[in-house]
């Protein structure tokens, strides 16, 4: 028997593809009103979703999306769209999204509202909106207005002393003020040095010619510089359409459904330990053999399950602009908004909260952070306002900045709300960091009067929480009336990591191997005792450690583990050099035991109040292990070497 309701996760899932693919589609034409190619796109999301509502009986649905195809068929023959007309597309979009929120919470659909939206349409005229347009003489929305785009060619003296890092600084300061689409040497090549004397880029900004050279020109050893225009009939492409392919290619997984895999790829794993420790006292060359292939497998089929829990950043992205344009417009202001790393990946247990954190940032600095049109012009800044959203992969880690080239934060005003507020007083020293900082505090805001849209501190704590979560960090980095960064680092995956298998005091632990720099033995002539205190001789500091055994509160539920842990006690104990953020920290552990993959687990809600771990795992034997975030403990400060 047929049975709607089996179908609703799918509706719920094909709605949310046709609402991305219509508002992408809308941006495009808002860009570029002369190319309509993106219309196509337009009806097939409408009669995709309009089908989909027909079946499911939803009938409002269907004769929203019915007047949305008809109305944009007729559009297409003329070959032209109006402002007003992508305004009520754009809230047909919203509406759109209305509806799979009341399908998440398991509403009534047919009671979202659509009258307006459909007596709309249905008494659109374009030829009427179009000669309307003419007499007010109103002009295509400047929104993201199209950009600038150059070839560029840059050729260094030669012999330039320091050729590689000239590169690379040529190519950060060009990323500050343009999009590089290409390079030759390729960025990463640039990037590590493999330069020979001459760079070519294809580059699309708002900058004019003169300010490229200018910029270009400011970099040491530079000889040459060749900017030369492209000017294209219209810069956004058309989409490409893919050949169609019997047969289904992709399906659609339950991320739940995909979690369960990955505990029992988990359990598989801890099975596999189990069986080397069985097999390690006597064995045959055969088993060995055979082990190995089991272990091949097992490893094979985690990268395969990890890379399907996998999604670009491209995901969450494409949202952004929408976000950016909607402020704009209710500002009355134009901002461009430029996006880089779209391709990086992320867990799907990640990427929603870094979402989550990213549009808090750029809905912050659309509307607080870039200053309005006139003032922009007093300031001799551009017209447009730039928000930019920079991705990088780093080592297992994604760093993702968002800036903007706006007011920047009033750091002696940051400071007088600290004192108010009590979080400081007027004899704390603060660097301008640290000061800066204080907006992450819990309804810290310079405003007056605290609301939602009050200023750039409301909601901050929230954000810093969010990432912290997930294992996260976030820095902060501002320049008054030039502008504010904030740059996010966050692990690719929560589920399966690399880490140290520890000892402190006998109980064993584990710590992320990610961020971990080094491993020192307590004896090495970098450990110096200073007033029975050790530390860590790094280069123009030293680093006090900070003993895990002393320091780590180890809850009661653990107590088992230290009756006989069968591991033989280390005389020489170990320091490890732990960095993430900008941060360092030195342990001392009783000893370390190996380097090994790990499933990561939740950790129940009675050990969460102990400060110091992000998690558990559980390794051979059934052994339940806590694992260190040494980002929550609270080391002393670095000391100052005094030659």
């Known amino acids: ?18 609402t991305k693919l219509l508002s992408d589609s809308l941006i495009l034409l808002e ?4 190319d309509v190619s993106p219309l196509s796109e337009v009806i097939r999301a409408a009669h995709t979703v309009k089908g989909m509502a027909a079946t499911m009986g939803y009938t409002n649905l269907t004769n929203l999306t019915h007047i949305v195809e008809s109305k944009i068929r007729e559009v297409e023959q003329e070959k032209a769209v109006t402002k007003s007309l992508l305004e009520v597309l754009f809230q047909v979009v919203d509406r759109l999204e209305q509806f799979k929120e009341v399908a998440v919470e398991e509403g009534d659909l047919n009671k979202v509202p659509v009258d307006d939206l459909v007596q709309f349409l249905s008494t659109f005229n374009l030829q009427t909106d179009l000669e309307l347009e003419q007499d007010t003489q109103s002009q295509p929305s400047e929104f993201l207005k199209l950009e600038n785009r150059f070839t560029v060619v840059v050729k260094f003296k030669r012999n330039a002393p320091l050729l590689s890092t000239r590169a690379f600084q040529l190519l950060r300061d060009l990323e500050r003020i343009a999009v590089i689409e290409d390079s030759t040497p390729s960025k990463v ?28 020109e400011g970099i040491t050893d530079v000889d040459e510089v060749e900017i ?15 050949k169609f392919t019997r047969g289904i290619q992709t399906v659609r997984v339950n991320l739940n459904q995909l979690d369960e895999v990955v505990d029992l790829l988990g359990e598989l794993v801890l099975a596999r330990s189990r069986l080397e420790n069985h097999v390690a006292v006597q064995t045959t060359p055969e088993v060995v053999e055979d082990l190995n292939q089991f272990d091949s497998l097992i490893t094979t089929i985690q990268d395969k399950l990890m890379k399907m829990r996998m999604v670009t950043l491209a995901r969450i992205f494409d949202n952004y602009p929408r976000t950016v344009r909607d402020i704009a417009n ?10 880089q790393g779209n391709h990086i990946e992320l867990d799907r247990s990640v ?8 549009l808090h940032l750029i809905r912050n600095a659309a509307t607080h952070g870039i200053e309005d049109t006139s003032t922009r012009k007093k300031l001799s800044k551009s017209k447009e306002g730039t928000v930019r959203v920079i991705a990088v992969q780093e080592k297992g880690e994604v760093s993702i900045t968002v800036e903007d080239d706006g007011s920047g934060l009033d750091l002696e005003r940051i400071r007088s709300k600290g004192i108010e507020l009590g979080l400081i007083t007027e004899n704390t020293k603060l660097t301008r960091s640290q000061v800066a900082a204080l907006i992450f505090n819990p309804g810290f805001s310079t405003a007056s009067q605290v609301t939602e849209a009050a200023g750039r501190g409301i909601g901050m704590d929230i954000v810093k929480e969010t990432i912290e ?17 904030f740059i996010l680092r966050v692990p690719q995956t929560l589920a399966i990591i690399e880490a140290l298998i520890v000892i402190v005091n006998e109980h064993v632990f584990a710590i992320p191997l990610l961020n971990v720099v080094k491993i020192y033995s307590e004896k090495d002539q970098e450990i110096e005792i200073h007033e029975q205190e050790s530390y860590v001789k790094e280069e123009d500091y030293t680093l006090p450690i900070f003993d895990l055994e002393y320091h780590l509160e180890i809850p009661n539920e653990l107590s088992i583990q230290k009756k006989d842990t069968g591991r033989k006690k280390s005389i020489n104990k170990k320091v490890i050099l732990w960095e993430k953020g900008g941060k360092r920290i030195a342990m001392k552990v009783s000893d370390v035991l190996e380097q090994r993959e790990i499933v990561t687990k939740q950790i129940s809600s009675n050990i969460q109040q102990f400060p110091g771990y992000s998690g558990a795992t559980i390794l051979k034997e059934e052994e339940v292990v806590l694992i260190i975030d040494p980002t929550t403990l609270n080391p002393r400060k670095k000391i100052r070497v005094i030659n």
Do not use: C, W
């Open 1 to 18: 028997m047929f049975r709607l309701d089996e179908y609703k996760d799918i509706f719920i899932s094909e709605l949310e593809d046709n």
């Open 31 to 34: 860009k570029n009103p002369k």
């Open 189 to 216: 090549d640039i990037s590590e040095g493999k330069v020979f004397g001459e760079i070519h880029f294809e580059l699309v900004t708002n900058e004019t010619e003169g300010a490229l050279r200018k910029v270009i």
């Open 228 to 242: 030369t225009s492209v000017v294209e009939e219209a810069i956004v492409p058309q989409r490409q359409r893919v």
């Open 330 to 339: 209710k500002r009355g202001i134009d901002i461009n908004l430029f996006t």
């Open 351 to 358: 990427i929603d909260q870094v979402n989550e954190a990213l």
């Open 469 to 485: 979560e997930i294992g996260g960090s976030i820095q902060l980095r501002t320049k008054k009336g030039e502008g504010t960064q």
